[in-house]
């Protein structure tokens, strides 16, 4: 009988079996993609000690050039599943500029485990039978079944985002990834980029009780990217991929898309479409014809927009996919463009509903950055009012009105019936899950707020601009810990953004951590872009006594909004928390007028 020797390592209420590739927590397996477990039994093995990157790379990805990139999205998957050690620290330490370590206490244990023989050799009792657990671990180690069927269901591999128990078979989960540009000419990339955010809105409203599909902020990712199809599924939780390629030239276009099984990298089909200009959009809908009847989904046959199927004005349709691509780039001059692009869309094609949306959503971008909500914000209404009108099943349309309702008529009721509606159409879309927690949130109905700010996070995992709206949510629910804890996670995926830093800062000085809340602001002062930010950061030294270094940065933020919007209401939180009553009060009266958020 062979015999080979099992090592398991236990830390906390994890243990890892390092043979069978199995991870368990307090007894229950926990699903990993193997790149995962492997980049964390590297790091086991090494535990208490600093492993470089190179090592890591070489080791996990031996004889393959991979990013480092990649390698920073497993080690925040790791630190998603298994959350914080016993301590309260998190179990995967970083290493500015060489690499990780992990840092909780590791158990070692060595054991031979037993192998039942091919003959039997004697006519001696046979072995006891292989204990209960064991058995359990060696089924859930069925990985390309096991990750099939997960990828499917639509399950978020090696995020904390797990269905409740007894909950209805989910949805399958697809990721359009960037269209490439195969005309040659740089400059047509706007064409590709707004041909896939046309693919995952026109796929996200076909069948939202059966498909859902990934938002273009997280996929955008993976432009140029040389992952695998699996890589990219298990990253975004999906089990199918839709991936192709336009080239543009003169009045037609050629369109390649082909459907990928992401777990086993299995082409479902392919199709090469070459047409008129004119037909792009037809294009679009027999793609989703096809992948709908690929997965065995029935087309709704009613609540369909109007907007599917118009007759298209390539010159709008250009100007419209121009500004698309410059508000991707979300920089105050590119969204003065954008704005500019969806109004001659609107010249030339004024009954196309999109237009107005997209109109709607470029206003609504500046308001946080650039310009007072008083200002842009009835021009985003107008839009978005009769975005709605030309077509009330366009469910971007009811988002962007929506938002109008919340943050600028403060109707609630409104606002409600808006995301509601939108989220009946086309569940897929992050921004209206978000809003609609954005709206909870502001009743105090935070528990469900979450559970929709956790529908956003799946939709978006890799979205910066969901998880920042969000953190506000958590710090106002008064759940300083697990503000504390997203502000962390957010910052793990984009450590250069400044409004997670000066969140956390809030969060610790509610929390009384003086040391912490210095650190958090020293990060946030150091990265700010925009004087709210700033503001906020003010409110949090005033908090801990750190008054005259937070007068200086108020004072900052003042100067600043001179050319560029702050929150009224966060320099009014500032001055209380410095105790100027005066004015603090001034400023709410200034936050009312402006219609600050």
Not at 117 to 129: C, G, I, K, L, M
Not at 138 to 163: C, E, K, M, Q
Not at 561 to 566: F, L, M, N, P, S
Request: net charge negative; glycine share 6%.
């Amino acid at each position: 009988m062979l015999l080979k020797t099992k090592r398991l390592y236990e830390f906390g209420s994890y243990s890892l079996d390092a043979v069978e590739r199995v991870l368990l927590r307090d007894g229950q397996p926990v699903i990993l993609p193997p790149k995962d477990l492997e980049t964390l039994l590297v790091m086991v093995e090494r535990a208490g000690h600093i492993v470089e990157k190179e090592e890591l790379l070489e080791k996990v990805w031996p004889g393959v050039f991979v990013e480092e990139g990649n390698l920073a999205r497993h080690i925040f998957n790791l630190r998603q599943v298994l959350g914080d050690t016993p301590d309260g620290r998190k179990y995967i330490e970083t290493i500015p500029k060489r690499g990780y370590r992990f840092v909780a206490a590791v158990h070692e244990d060595q054991e031979p485990a037993a192998a039942h023989p091919a003959v039997p050799q004697t006519s001696e009792p046979a072995p006891p039978a292989v204990p209960a657990p064991l058995v359990q671990k060696r089924n859930f180690w069925l990985w390309p079944i096991t990750l099939s069927v997960l990828a499917a269901a639509g399950i978020l591999i090696g995020r904390h985002f797990w269905p409740p128990r007894n909950a209805p078979p989910q949805k399958a989960m697809l990721a359009v990834l960037p269209f490439v540009n195969f005309s040659g000419d740089a400059h047509e990339d706007y064409f590709a980029d707004g041909l896939t955010e046309e693919m995952i809105a026109q796929l996200g409203q076909l069948q939202p009780s059966q498909l859902g599909v990934i938002a273009r902020t997280s996929t955008v990712r993976y432009k140029g990217t040389k992952e695998t199809a699996a890589q990219i599924a298990r990253e975004l939780g999906v089990g199918y991929l839709l991936e192709g390629s336009v080239r543009r030239g003169g009045d037609r276009v050629r369109v390649t898309a082909q459907l990928i099984q992401g777990a086993e990298q299995t082409h479902l089909w392919a199709e090469t479409y070459e047409r008129p200009l004119t037909d792009v959009l037809s294009i679009q809908r027999e793609i989703a014809e096809k992948i709908t009847h690929s997965l065995s989904i029935q087309l709704l046959s009613a609540a369909t927009s109007v907007s599917a199927n118009p007759h298209l004005n390539l010159e709008s349709y250009d100007r419209y996919l121009l500004g698309l691509h410059a508000l991707g780039e979300g920089t105050r001059e590119s969204e003065t463009r954008a704005i500019q692009y969806f109004q001659e869309a609107i010249a030339k094609d004024p009954k196309d509903a999109r237009l107005y949306a997209a109109l709607a959503g470029a206003y609504d971008a500046v308001t946080p950055y650039y310009s007072p909500p008083a200002e842009v914000m009835p021009k985003a209404k107008q839009a978005a009012l009769r975005a709605v009108e030309l077509d009330p099943n366009l469910a971007s349309a009811h988002v962007r009105l929506g938002y109008v309702r919340l943050f600028f008529d403060w109707d609630w009721s409104a606002a409600e019936l808006e995301y509601r509606r939108a989220l009946e159409i086309n569940p897929s879309l992050p921004e209206a899950q978000l809003g609609y927690a954005n709206y909870l949130g502001t009743l105090g109905r935070f528990d469900e707020a979450l559970s929709r700010v956790q529908q956003a996070y799946l939709l978006d995992p890799l979205a910066l601009e969901s998880r920042e709206e969000a953190l506000w949510i958590y710090y106002f629910s008064g759940r300083m810990p697990e503000t504390v804890e997203q502000a962390r996670k957010t910052i793990e995926l984009e450590p250069a953004a400044s409004l997670p830093y000066a969140i956390l800062a809030m969060a610790y000085a509610q929390m009384g951590q003086r040391a912490e809340t210095l650190g958090a602001a020293e990060n946030a002062v150091r990265l700010a872009d925009r004087p709210s930010v700033m503001a906020t950061t003010a409110a949090a030294l005033a908090r801990i006594g750190q008054k005259h270094a937070a007068k200086q940065l108020l004072s900052k933020a003042l100067e600043q909004a001179k050319e560029r919007y702050v929150c009224r209401f966060l320099v009014a939180d500032a001055y209380v928390e410095l105790g100027d009553t005066e004015k603090a009060l001034e400023s709410l009266e200034q936050g009312f007028l402006e219609r600050s958020t």
